[in-house]
C-alpha cells in the first residue's frame, strides 16, 4: 500500500467549485491544526451491503473500489489515496463487519491490522436509511468498533445513512422519517459506545443522507441531491470539517490499540501486596478457624 | 464392630463364670491392605473356681461371708481377666465392709458379696462352666427314683446321698413376702439348678451354699418335694437381706487397690476382741475410700441411683443388684468393656458406697508377627505405631474399646499392616489391670506389579489386523516403609502401546517421608517429592451453545512437585511446596500447537484462535509455588455430611519459565452443609434432610496463559453445562445451592448453580470465551436422586433453556 502511488484526485473535477473549496479546505484544516504532513484519512465501517464502497466510490467521483450490488467485494480492507493541492486524502473502504448474523471478530482484526500505524481523522460509520428498526446487531457492531479503537472515536465519527433517495412510510415526510431514523441509530450508537448522558451533547455524532445511486437528482450545477434538496456531497464534505475541526484529536492505530491493554500486565506490580494479604488475612483466618475447630470438635465421652 | 458384651455381674460369689464375648471387626480397607482384626480375648475362666463351702459361718446377720470361705476363694483362683479379678476383690471387700459396718452399728446387716454370676442371658456359659451344671448334663441318662411316698416335703439334709435325683421343677419362694417370685427374678439368675437336671445330695447342699453365702440372703433353705414319678420338685425359700436405708451414694474406682488380706477371725474371741476387730476393719476400709480414685461415673448416673436408693427406703439385695446393673450399664454403654462392680461396701452406715474395677491400663505392648503369627522383630519403628495410638489406651488410662477401636483405624490409616489386632488382656500380675496388646503383622516392604492389557484398534479398512493390536499396560514398584518410618518410594509407567510408547505414556515416581519434624514430634508434616506427567483435554478451547466442534487443545503437563503437607487435623491441612513444570500444548494429531484453532464460518479451519501458551511458541516452562489449606470440620450424621469446608489455594509465579511469568493465582472455596434437622445419631436412624451452600472465587493477577484460566460449566463447577462451555475467564465466581433430602437409603437432590465470569473473559489473551462464542455466564437448575455411587439428575441449562438427564460419579462437593 505505502508504494502506491498517490494519484491526482482526479475525480474532483465533478464537484461543483463549491464542494471542490471545501473540500480543500477541509484539508487545509488537516494540515493546520492536526498534522504538520497535511494528509486526512477517512476510516468506512459498517454491516455488509450498505452501500460502504458506493459512498467511497461517490465520494471519489470515480469508480476506485469494485462495487457489486449482490455480493460482497471488498474482502480486505483497500485504502485509496488522492493528492490534491499537495495533501492527501486517504479513504479506506472496509469489508462488512457483519457475517452470519455476528460481529466477525476475523475482519475487525484484519482491518485493525490494516489500519496500525496510520491515524484515523473521520470516521464514516455507514447504515442505510431505508431499514426501518435498529437491532442489538447494530448496537453490537457499534460496541465492536468501540472496543476495537476506544470511546473517543465516536467524537471523529459521521453516521451516514445511505439510500438517502427513499419516500418514507405513508403518514410521514421525508424530513420527518429522516429524522426519527437518525434518532433510532444515534441511539444505538451512543448505548453500544457507552456514552454518558452528560456527554451527549459533547459528543453529539452528525448524520448525514447518501445517496450513491446514478439515479439520484441532480440540481442545476449536476449536483446529487437528496429529495429535500440538499446536495449530499457538499453536505459531507462541510460535516467532515466540522468534525474534524472540533476540539478531538484524530485515532491513531498502534499496536496497544489493536492488541487492547495487556491483561497479563495489569496489576502485577501488587502481586507482592496481594500475596502478603492472602498469608495474612486468608491463610492465617483459616489456620484459626481450624485450631477453633479442634479446640470445639466433639469429643467421644472416653476422650 | 467390636461389642464386648456386657453380661450382668450377678452377686453370687461361686460362679463368677464371667465371659466377655470376643468381639470381632472386621474393617476392610483398600486393596492393599488386607482385613484387619480388632479381637478383644478375653479369657474363658476356668471351671475351678467352686470355693469349698465354709466350715464354719456364724450365722449372725451380719456376717455373711464367712472369712475362711473367701480365702478360699482368693487361694483357689488364679486370677485372670476383669471378672474374675472383680471376683475376688469383691469378696475381701464384702467380707470387710460387712464385719466392720455391723460391727460399729452393732446392729444388723452385712456386706453384700460381689461376684460374677452365670446371668439369664449367658446362661449357656454358667452351664458350661458350672460343675454342677456339667455333673447334671453328664448324668443327664439316668437317674434315681427318691424312693419315697409322693407328695411328702423332705429336707434337704434328709435326702440319700447316694442318690441322683432328677429335679422336675424349682420353685422360688420369698419368705417376706410368703409368695413365689417368678423367673423373671433376679434371683433366678443365681441358682445353677435347671429344671429336669439330675443331682447329687452333695450338689444340692453346695448350690444352697452358694446361696447362703452369697449375701443376698439372711436365711435360705431348699425343700425337695417327691412326685410319683420319682422327680423331686424343690423349692428354695429364702429371707432377703435387707440394710438400713441410705441417702448417699458413692462410686469410687478400686481397680489396682491391693488386696486386703482379712485378719483370720477367731471364733473364740471375746466381744471386746471382736469389737476391736470390727473397728479396725472399719478403719480399714474407710482408709480404703480414701485411697481409691474417684470413678468415671458421671452425676447424673450418680443422682439417678440416689433417687432409686430414696425411693426405695431399705436396701434390699435387689436393690443393689439394680444399682450394680445400672452402673454396670453406663460404663459398657461409653465403651468401658472391662468395668465391673466388684462390691458394695459401707452397707448399713446410710451411704452405699459401691467399689468398681474400672480396668486400669497397666501396660501397653506392641508386638509385631510374622506371617505364621510368631512373635517376631517388626521393621516399623515402635514410635510410628505409637504416636497413633490414642493418649486413653496409654499406661494409667482406664481401658475403653473405642479408644481401641480408634487405635485400629488409626494403625490401619499407615497402611503398613495387613492384620491388627488390639487385645486388652488381663494383667496377672497387677490384679485389675489391663495389658493392651497390640499385634501387627507387616505387609511386604518391597513390591512390584506388572499388568498388561490388549486393546485392539481398528486397523486398515476398520479390520483388526496383527499390528493393530497393542499392547498396553502398567509397570509399578513400590518400597514401603524404608527404615521403618513409613518412609515409601512408588513408581509407575503406564502405556496404551508398549511398541510405541512415546505416543502415550503417563509415569510417575513418588518419594513420601512423614515425620519431617521427628517422629516424637507431634507436628504432623510430611514431605512429598514426585515426579509425574499427565494430558488432559483443555476446558478453554470448547465452544459455547450451538456452536460445531472446536477442534480440541491437549495440555500435557510433566514436572517436579515437591511439596510438605502439615496435617492439623484428620482431614484438616496445609500443603506448601514448589512445582516445575513443562507445559505442552497439542492439537488432535498430537503436533505441538501455540494458537488455538476456530472453525470459519465458512468452513474451513483457522489456526489463528486464542494464544494457547504464555511464551506463544506451544511450550511453556515455569516454577511457582503452590500453597493450598483446607479447611475441613465434616462429619458424618447418619450417613449424611454436615459441616464446613474451606480451601483455600495459590499459585504465585516466581518468574522463572518462558517470559518470566510472574502471576497470582487464586482461589477460595467454601462449602457448608447446613444441617437443617436435629436427629438422633445411631446406626439406622434416618439422616438429617441438608441444605448445602457453595461459593467458588477463582482469580488471576499477572500472567494467565490460556491452560490456566478458569472454565465455568461442569460436573464440578454449573451442572447442567458441558466442560467450559460457559466461558474461560481470569476471574470467575460460582454459587451454588443444593437442598437434599433423605428418601429411604438415600436422598433427592434439588440445586440451582450460577457461573460468571465478572467480566474478565476479554482479560484471558485472545479472549477464548468470545472467540468460541460463549456466555460467559450462565446458571442451571435441577434435581436428582443419588443411587449408591452413582447421581442421576436433571439439569437445565439456562443460556439455552434446555434441559438434560446426567448420569454422574461421585459427590459435586
Known amino acids: ?303 | 464392630m467390636a461389642s464386648i458384651a456386657a453380661p450382668g455381674l450377678a452377686l453370687s460369689v461361686h460362679r463368677s463364670h464371667r465371659r466377655l464375648t470376643p468381639a470381632t471387626a472386621t474393617t476392610t480397607t483398600a486393596a492393599s491392605v488386607p482385613s484387619l482384626t480388632i479381637k478383644s480375648k478375653h479369657p474363658t475362666f476356668p471351671s475351678s473356681l467352686n470355693p469349698k463351702p465354709s466350715s464354719s459361718s456364724p450365722r449372725n446377720n451380719f456376717d455373711i461371708l464367712g472369712s475362711k470361705k473367701l480365702q478360699n476363694v482368693i487361694k483357689t483362683t488364679a486370677v485372670i481377666g476383669c471378672g474374675l479379678y472383680a471376683l475376688s476383690n469383691g469378696v475381701s471387700n464384702a467380707q470387710l465392709s460387712g464385719n466392720g459396718g455391723g460391727g460399729s452399728s452393732g446392729g444388723s446387716g452385712g456386706g453384700g458379696g460381689g461376684g460374677g454370676g452365670g446371668g439369664g442371658r449367658d446362661s449357656f456359659w454358667s452351664k458350661i462352666f458350672s460343675p454342677a451344671a456339667i455333673a447334671g448334663e453328664e448324668e443327664s441318662q439316668e437317674w434315681d427314683s427318691h424312693g419315697l411316698p409322693a407328695n411328702i416335703v423332705v429336707q434337704l439334709n434328709k435326702l440319700s446321698g447316694f442318690k441322683k435325683y432328677k429335679v422336675s421343677d424349682i420353685m422360688f419362694l420369698d419368705r417376706r413376702r410368703g409368695s413365689t417370685v417368678g423367673t423373671e427374678d433376679s434371683f433366678f439368675e443365681m441358682v445353677s439348678l435347671r429344671p429336669n437336671g439330675v443331682y447329687t445330695k452333695a450338689q444340692l447342699t453346695k448350690e444352697l451354699e452358694t446361696l447362703a453365702t452369697s449375701g443376698m440372703f439372711e436365711k435360705v433353705d431348699l425343700d425337695a418335694k417327691t412326685n410319683p414319678d420319682g422327680t423331686v420338685g424343690v423349692t428354695i425359700s429364702f429371707l432377703e437381706s435387707t440394710w438400713q436405708s441410705a441417702d448417699r451414694f458413692r462410686c469410687i474406682n478400686v481397680g489396682l487397690m491391693p488386696q486386703s488380706k482379712p485378719i483370720e477371725m477367731d471364733p473364740d474371741m471375746t466381744e471386746k476382741e471382736k469389737l476391736e476387730y470390727y473397728r479396725s476393719q472399719e478403719k480399714d476400709y474407710r482408709r480404703r475410700i480414701e485411697r481409691s480414685r474417684p470413678c468415671l461415673l458421671p452425676p447424673p448416673v450418680q443422682r439417678e441411683i440416689l433417687q432409686m436408693l430414696r425411693e426405695q427406703g431399705a436396701v434390699s439385695a435387689r436393690l443393689l443388684q439394680k444399682i450394680r446393673d445400672r452402673v454396670q450399664q453406663w460404663y459398657h454403654e461409653n465403651g468401658y468393656a472391662c468395668a465391673q462392680v466388684v462390691n458394695f461396701g459401707n452397707l448399713n452406715t446410710k451411704e452405699v458406697v459401691c467399689e468398681v474395677v474400672e480396668g486400669d491400663i497397666t501396660q501397653m505392648v506392641v508386638q509385631f508377627q510374622d506371617k505364621l503369627g510368631n512373635v517376631c522383630e517388626g521393621n516399623t519403628q515402635y514410635p510410628v505405631v505409637r504416636r497413633e495410638l490414642p493418649r486413653q489406651l496409654r499406661q494409667g488410662q482406664v481401658f475403653n474399646i473405642e479408644a481401641g477401636k480408634q487405635a485400629l483405624r488409626n494403625i490401619n490409616s499407615l497402611a503398613l499392616f495387613s492384620n491388627i489386632e488390639v487385645n486388652p488382656r488381663p494383667d496377672e500380675k497387677n490384679e485389675g489391670g489391663i495389658i493392651v496388646e497390640i499385634k501387627l503383622k507387616e505387609l511386604e516392604q518391597k513390591s512390584a506389579e506388572v499388568s498388561t492389557e490388549w486393546s485392539i484398534v481398528p486397523g486398515r479398512g476398520g479390520r483388526p489386523t496383527l499390528a493393530s493390536i497393542q499392547p498396553g499396560g502398567t509397570v509399578s514398584f513400590e518400597h514401603r516403609n524404608l527404615k521403618g518410618l513409613n518412609r515409601s518410594i512408588l513408581g509407575s509407567v503406564t502405556t496404551s502401546n508398549f511398541l510405541n510408547p512415546q505416543d502415550d505414556l503417563a509415569f510417575k515416581l513418588e518419594y513420601v517421608h512423614p515425620y519431617l519434624d521427628g517422629v516424637y514430634n507431634s507436628r504432623n508434616r510430611t514431605l512429598k517429592a514426585s515426579c509425574f506427567n499427565s494430558r488432559k483435554l483443555s476446558p478453554v478451547f470448547t465452544g459455547g451453545p450451538g456452536v460445531d466442534e472446536v477442534p480440541p487443545i491437549w495440555v500435557d503437563r510433566a514436572g517436579l512437585k515437591a511439596n510438605i503437607t502439615e496435617n492439623f487435623t484428620r482431614q484438616s491441612k496445609f500443603t506448601y511446596g514448589l512445582v516445575m513444570e513443562e507445559i505442552t500444548t497439542r492439537d488432535e494429531s498430537s503436533h505441538i500447537s501455540s494458537r488455538g484453532q476456530r472453525v470459519l464460518p465458512s468452513g474451513g479451519i483457522s489456526a489463528d484462535g486464542p494464544p494457547t501458551t504464555l511464551s506463544e511458541t506451544g511450550i511453556d516452562r515455569m516454577a511457582f509455588l503452590q500453597a493450598n489449606i483446607t479447611r475441613d470440620n465434616t462429619k458424618f450424621i447418619n450417613g449424611t455430611i454436615v459441616g464446613e469446608r474451606n480451601v483455600f489455594q495459590v499459585d504465585q509465579g516466581l518468574g522463572i519459565g518462558s517470559k518470566f511469568p510472574f502471576f497470582n493465582r487464586h482461589q477460595l472455596t467454601m462449602t457448608r452443609f447446613v444441617q437443617l434437622k436435629q436427629v438422633e445419631e445411631g446406626v439406622g436412624k434416618a439422616p438429617p434432610p441438608v441444605l448445602v451452600l457453595h461459593g467458588h472465587y477463582g482469580g488471576c493477577v499477572g500472567d494467565l496463559p490460556s491452560y490456566d484460566a478458569f472454565t465455568l460449566g461442569g460436573p464440578y463447577s454449573v451442572r447442567g453445562y458441558n466442560m467450559g462451555e460457559i466461558g474461560a475467564a481470569r476471574n470467575i465466581l460460582e454459587l451454588a445451592a443444593e437442598l437434599r433430602i433423605p428418601v429411604r437409603n438415600t436422598h433427592v437432590y434439588a440445586f440451582a448453580e450460577h457461573g460468571n465470569d465478572l467480566g474478565s473473559s476479554k482479560d484471558v489473551k485472545g479472549n477464548p470465551t468470545e472467540v468460541y462464542r460463549r456466555m460467559g455466564h450462565g446458571s442451571s437448575y435441577g434435581v436428582g436422586v443419588k443411587l449408591g455411587l452413582v447421581r442421576a439428575e436433571y439439569a437445565v441449562d439456562h443460556n439455552s433453556g434446555t434441559g438434560a438427564i446426567f448420569f454422574r460419579f461421585g459427590e459435586r462437593f
Open chain 1, 1 to 303: 500500500m505505502a508504494s502506491q502511488v498517490i494519484r491526482e484526485w482526479v475525480g474532483m473535477q465533478q464537484f461543483s467549485s463549491a464542494t471542490e473549496l471545501k473540500l480543500l479546505e477541509l484539508l487545509g484544516k488537516t494540515k493546520q491544526e492536526v498534522h504538520s504532513v497535511s494528509t486526512l484519512t477517512v476510516l468506512v465501517m459498517g454491516k455488509g451491503g450498505v452501500g460502504k464502497s458506493s459512498t467511497v466510490n461517490s465520494i471519489l467521483g470515480e469508480r476506485a473500489v469494485a462495487v457489486s450490488a449482490f455480493q460482497s467485494e471488498t474482502p480486505r480492507p483497500v485504502m485509496v489515496s488522492r493528492s490534491l493541492a499537495g495533501s492527501t486524502f486517504n479513504i479506506i473502504d472496509t469489508p462488512g463487519l457483519v457475517e452470519g448474523g455476528y460481529v466477525n471478530d476475523q475482519v475487525l482484526d484484519l482491518i485493525k491490522r490494516f489500519l496500525l500505524n496510520k491515524t484515523i481523522d473521520v470516521l464514516l460509520y455507514v447504515d442505510r436509511l431505508d431499514t426501518y428498526r435498529v437491532d442489538n446487531l447494530d448496537r453490537q457492531i457499534v460496541k465492536a468498533i468501540t472496543d476495537s479503537f476506544g470511546k473517543e472515536i465516536w467524537r471523529r465519527a459521521l453516521v451516514v445513512l445511505t439510500h438517502a433517495q427513499v419516500s418514507p412510510p405513508d403518514g410521514l415526510s421525508y424530513d420527518e422519517f429522516t429524522s426519527r431514523r437518525s434518532e433510532a441509530l444515534l441511539k444505538i450508537v451512543r448505548l453500544g459506545a457507552r456514552i454518558r448522558k452528560q456527554e451527549i451533547k459533547a459528543s453529539s455524532v452528525p448524520v448525514v443522507l447518501v445517496e450513491n445511486s446514478g439515479r439520484c437528482n441532480k440540481n442545476e450545477i449536476d449536483e446529487k441531491i437528496l429529495p429535500n434538496g440538499t446536495a449530499w456531497i457538499p453536505n459531507l464534505v462541510q460535516t467532515m470539517i466540522d468534525v474534524v475541526s472540533s476540539d478531538s484529536k484524530g485515532i491513531l492505530v498502534d499496536q496497544k490499540l489493536i492488541e487492547g491493554p495487556n491483561p497479563n500486565n495489569k496489576g502485577k506490580v501488587l502481586i507482592p501486596f496481594i500475596l502478603a494479604f492472602q498469608y495474612f488475612f486468608v491463610v492465617k483466618r483459616i489456620q484459626k478457624w481450624i485450631k477453633n475447630d479442634i479446640a470445639t470438635e466433639s469429643r467421644p465421652s472416653w476422650a
